[in-house]
């Protein structure tokens, strides 16, 4: 299979980790006789530094000429200590978003065995928690109008949803869970919101498309807390941008760190895969940020971009015999682990490479 892979590796720990997806997808490549090509392109601080947009008009054209892309993160403190600069990194993702469709946030909250004790819940509530979170994109407070006003004293952020917005991607999110458990949660605050009254109108209405999936409704600050108390509990999720944003990140806790978490954002064109987390200042160029989030960003790629499920299970197979053979970064170590095994973000992408072979998984050691 021939494909064109843009690299956006973006700021901080961001280029660090896709450099490790990258080398992951080259050894897939070479073990399975597929074609991929790669170019790379700029988003976010490094972006408003070269062109003083966050998003410049040629990343947006590559990007959107790409198979596929894997990006990494955007941000900086700069940034973050200045909330009042106009210009603004995060602004490069959003409109990346906007521009290419991207209305779909899945987000596989799937925990590796080997790492039950890294989690700060315990791991008798954990064990089998395997949860498919659909987070919407494009519409909500990020995208509604916002401004100040009363003399600077007031402002607002305005919760938008429109029917389309949320028709699609409950269509997505059923369909989803037609291949999984067959239940699916619907996450709003429609006693108190009226677009979340009309979220879960139209996820009813959605619904009558799919009567074998099991359909429910949970208000928010219900579901922050039966995520913790009983993830098993869940199959799949869908939810608004705002409050996926919090959920996908509290579900992070259960598969141990924000380093393990892969998501695609997916809508009618080309596919976009990154790990959750951000730029991570506090590591960046000490060389200890955990890879396997992006790493399992390229196996959701093969997998729903290529249509590769060979290949994707390979990678996903290949981090579980590195866990199993005992490897951590410093995120997911724990007072048990070997101190020889605690791993650089080089080594941790090396050691999931090594295991990648067509026609073997190479055992635990
Ligand atoms: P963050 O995800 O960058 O970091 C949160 C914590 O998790 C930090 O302690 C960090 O060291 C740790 N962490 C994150 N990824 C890790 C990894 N791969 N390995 C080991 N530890 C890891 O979130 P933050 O600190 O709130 O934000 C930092 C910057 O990132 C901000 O500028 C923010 O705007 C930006 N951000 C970007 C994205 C994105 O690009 N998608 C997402 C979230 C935050």
Known sequence: MKKLITLLPGDGIGKEVTAEGKRVLDKIAQ????????????????????????????????????????FGAVGHPHYDNNPSLKVRPEQGLLKMRKELGLYANLRPIKLFDELLEASSIKPEILRGSDILFFRELTGDVYFGERGRKDNDNTAYDVMIYSRYEVDRIAHKAFAAAQTRKKKLVSVDKANVLESSRLWRSVVQEVGKAYPDVELSHMFVDAAAMKLIQ?????????????????????????????????????????????????SAHDITGKGIANPLASILSTALMLDISFGL?????????????????????????????????????????????????ANETVPAN
Do not use: C, W
Request: charged share 25%; glycine share 8%; proline share 2%.
């Open 230 to 278: 009983d993830p098993r509990s869940f199959d799949v999720v869908v939810t608004g941008n705002l409050f996926g944003d919090i959920l996908t990140d509290e579900a992070s806790q259960i598969a141990g760190s924000m380093g393990m978490l892969a998501s695609a954002s997916i809508g009618d064109s080309v596919g976009l895969y990154e790990p959750i987390h951000g």
């Open 309 to 357: 499920k060979e290949e994707s299970q390979h990678i996903i197979d290949a981090v579980s015999q590195t866990l199993k053979a005992g490897f951590r970064t410093v995120d997911i170590a724990d007072s048990k682990t070997d101190k020889d095994k605690i791993l650089s973000t080089e080594q941790m992408g090396a050691q999931v490479t090594q295991r990648i072979r």
């Open 31 to 70: 073990e399975f006789d597929h074609q991929f090509e790669f170019n790379e392109a700029i988003i976010g601080h490094d972006a408003i530094e070269a062109t003083g947009h966050a998003l410049p008009d040629e990343t947006l054209a590559i990007l959107k000429k790409a198979d596929a892309i894997l």
